[in-house]
């Protein structure tokens, strides 16, 4: 059964932006927030952002603070990843996922559910 899924990855050149899209077929009261990760080959997967579904909290990695904005739709179950000034270094597998808790947040390892991913490209 696949629970989320990922959507909007492709090929962009440096300076441009990209939105990504995570469609949430959870129920609701099944988890507490979604988190945006990214794993870039030959490196391990690290967080982008977060976001609590019910009080829309947001948390981002300072790698992305003020080039990425996360957001979520309550009545579409949808999170989105609004990604600006991209950069050559953002190229990555992008993956939402979805926590019950908010402790770590921003450790992969809280995370239950997983997308399948979606590939950024980001050319210099």
């Known amino acids: 059964q696949v629970r989320l899924v990922e959507s909007g990855g492709g090929l962009v050149q440096a300076g441009d932006s990209l939105r990504l899209s995570c469609t949430v077929s959870?129920?609701?009261?099944?988890?507490?927030?979604v988190g945006w990760f990214r794993q870039a080959p030959g490196k391990e997967r690290e967080f982008v952002a977060a976001?609590?579904?019910?009080?829309?909290?947001?948390y981002y990695a300072d790698s992305v603070k003020g080039r990425f904005t996360i957001s979520r739709d309550n009545a579409k179950k949808m999170v989105s990843l609004q990604m600006n000034s991209l950069k050559p270094e953002d190229t990555a597998v992008y993956y939402c996922?979805?926590?019950?808790?908010?402790?770590?947040?921003?450790?992969?390892?809280?995370?239950?559910?997983w997308g399948q991913g979606t590939q950024v490209t980001v050319s210099s």
């Open positions: 959870l129920r609701t009261f099944d988890f507490y927030a």
């Open positions: 976001i609590t579904w019910s009080g829309g909290r947001t």
């Open positions: 996922a979805a926590t019950t808790t908010g402790a770590l947040i921003s450790r992969a390892g809280t995370y239950n559910d």
